[in-house]
């Protein structure tokens, strides 16, 4: 690329801009080895220590655009990647000494545990890969990390089908333990001759639908109440949440039950809490999932995670609402849940808030959308939703140049077929502080990635639009 030289001021002062690859020096492929090496040789045998090290005020710069540094979001995100990747090598029986060890056959591994153990859903996949491959990248190990095709192959080898990182901004089926043909109550039982502990947490995980971080932390005598429980430890964001017990009373009777084994267990442990006693909550989840694998609960031997029950849970939830199982489970023709839009937008909101979200749209990860009941249409939305979600640089620009949340909209919300030469409207909200004038630069960056095809605009009324499909940005 030729150097550019322009004139300012009309003072025949002449500047020379940049290309990329020098804008990159500090922040580009290779930069860090250095820091690298030095964290390794302040912290030997430590990898913890020498990756805290690493990151400590690491200049991590976007990949695409123009050159300046990621958002903060982004850049905790990198961070709490790489320590808790650290910490799963060990869970894998890959443990390292070096940072810089970490490659190919680690992230690999990395996630066959995260798609068969945890159940991690494709997009938080697709993003501690990619937090991972930026590592590698910056300390000099260009291309250690596959990508698509190859990508997909080498872990379909090692049992992990490539839908597992495919994401999907709805639900092609449930998730559920039920759905997968699994009873969970049969599971529960026989863990519980065992492993009585864990029996408990999974009945949690059930009937409320905590996650295991909350299941582990949860205090059953500080939770209760008269018409449900309380769940304010171990959350997402520390953001506590009421989950009500149901209106069928055999279900009801079976979250009380719960509480009531909750309760009983508890009492035994010093804080009360339903976790390992004097364990932290990396070693507890550590020795939570030992027993998971114990019993074969795993996508690979049941075709469920732990993470499956919660799922059941929502959709028991949609059936105690509305009366019918939810689209997921394909059990209703969706004229019924046309007829009924008002109702089943009730449960979406009422289920989103039991699972401790505020959006009703994340319900539909749970329990899929009435929207999208055609095929054609919802295949047709879906390939628009890779465009932003696999074409490379797209979805982290968008994120870098401070977009909070995006969406389709108009006809390509709508699923219709579009003409080639016809453009997908994007609608956005930015992040507080970012000014409106950041959508000619968000502009610019899409007619860079998707030359011609897509026309980005601004929300400006405060609330997502009606008819728009979100694209799950990170």
């Known amino acids: 690329m030729k150097d550019k030289e322009k004139d300012s001021g009309g003072q025949g002062k002449k500047f020379r801009a940049k290309s990329r690859a020098e804008a990159l020096t500090r922040g580009g492929p290779g930069s860090a080895a250095g820091r690298a090496q030095e964290a390794i040789n302040a912290h030997p045998n430590?990898?913890?220590?020498?990756?805290?090290?690493?990151?400590?005020?690491?200049?991590?710069?976007?990949?695409?655009?123009?050159?300046?540094?990621?958002?903060?979001?982004?850049?905790?995100?990198?961070?709490?990647?790489?320590?808790?990747?650290?910490q799963d090598l060990r869970k894998v029986r890959m443990p390292i000494q070096r940072i810089d060890q970490i490659g190919r056959s680690h992230a690999m591994a990395l996630v066959v545990y995260w798609a068969n153990e945890l159940g991690h859903?494709?997009?938080?996949?697709?993003?501690?890969?990619?937090?991972?491959?930026?590592?590698?990248?910056?300390?000099?190990?260009?291309?250690?990390?596959?990508?698509?095709?190859?990508?997909?192959?080498?872990?379909?080898?090692?049992?992990?089908?490539?839908?597992?990182?495919?994401?999907?901004?709805?639900?092609?089926?449930?998730?559920?333990?039920?759905?997968?043909?699994?009873?969970?109550?049969?599971?529960?039982?026989?863990v519980e001759e065992e492993n009585p502990h864990?029996?408990?947490?999974?009945?949690?995980?059930?009937?409320?639908?905590?996650?295991?971080?909350?299941?582990?932390?949860?205090?059953?005598m500080e939770s209760e109440r008269v018409d449900g429980v309380m769940v304010n430890l171990g959350t997402k964001g520390g953001n506590g949440r009421f989950v009500p017990y149901m209106k069928d009373p055999v279900k009801a009777a079976?979250?009380?039950?719960?509480?009531?084994?909750?309760?009983?267990?508890?009492?035994?442990?010093?804080?009360?809490?339903?976790?390992?006693?004097?364990?932290?909550?990396?070693?507890?989840?550590?020795?939570?999932?030992?027993?998971?694998?114990?019993?074969?609960?795993?996508?690979?031997?049941?075709?469920?995670?732990?993470?499956g029950l919660r799922h059941e849970f929502a959709a028991d939830y949609f059936e105690d609402i509305t009366g019918h199982r939810p689209p997921a489970e394909g059990q209703e023709s969706s004229k019924?849940?046309?007829?009924?839009?008002?109702?089943?937008?009730?449960?979406?909101?009422?289920?989103?808030?039991?699972?401790?979200?505020?959006?009703?749209?994340?319900?539909?990860?749970?329990?899929?959308?009435?929207?999208?009941?055609?095929?054609?249409?919802?295949?047709?939305?879906?390939k628009l939703l890779e465009v932003f979600q696999i074409t490379p640089g797209v979805a982290q620009g968008l994120l870098d140049a401070g977009v909070e949340r995006a969406w389709l909209t108009g006809r390509a919300a709508m699923g219709v077929e579009m003409a080639h030469s016809e453009r997908i409207h994007l609608t956005v909200t930015l992040e507080?502080?970012?000014?409106?004038?950041?959508?000619?630069?968000?502009?610019?960056?899409?007619?860079?990635?998707?030359?011609?095809?897509?026309q980005v605009s601004p929300l400006l009324i405060g609330v997502q639009p009606d008819d728009g499909v979100e694209i799950f940005l990170d």
């Open 46 to 86: 430590d990898p913890l220590r020498q990756m805290t090290r690493f990151l400590h005020d690491l200049d991590l710069q976007a990949s695409n655009g123009r050159v300046r540094q990621v958002a903060y979001r982004t850049e905790t995100s990198f961070g709490r990647t790489l320590k808790n990747a650290i």
């Open 121 to 190: 859903s494709a997009s938080t996949i697709q993003n501690k890969l990619t937090n991972i491959r930026k590592f590698c990248e910056l300390i000099g190990k260009i291309g250690a990390i596959p990508k698509k095709e190859e990508l997909y192959q080498e872990l379909e080898a090692k049992g992990v089908d490539r839908s597992a990182l495919k994401r999907h901004q709805v639900t092609h089926g449930s998730k559920s333990w039920r759905a997968a043909g699994v009873d969970a109550s049969a599971i529960i039982a026989l």
């Open 198 to 220: 864990e029996a408990r947490l999974f009945e949690l995980e059930h009937c409320f639908g905590l996650r295991v971080n909350e299941a582990l932390s949860y205090r059953p």
């Open 254 to 307: 079976r979250q009380r039950e719960v509480q009531s084994r909750a309760r009983a267990w508890a009492q035994n442990h010093p804080k009360g809490e339903m976790g390992y006693a004097r364990m932290s909550i990396e070693d507890a989840r550590t020795k939570y999932y030992h027993v998971l694998r114990k019993y074969g609960i795993n996508k690979k031997n049941m075709g469920v995670s732990s993470h």
């Open 336 to 382: 019924w849940f046309k007829e009924n839009r008002d109702l089943v937008e009730h449960a979406y909101k009422k289920v989103s808030e039991a699972l401790g979200h505020w959006r009703k749209d994340i319900s539909t990860a749970y329990l899929s959308s009435v929207s999208f009941m055609s095929k054609s249409q919802l295949k047709r939305v879906e």
């Open 432 to 454: 507080q502080g970012v000014e409106l004038a950041a959508l000619v630069e968000i502009q610019v960056l899409l007619e860079k990635l998707l030359p011609g095809r897509v």
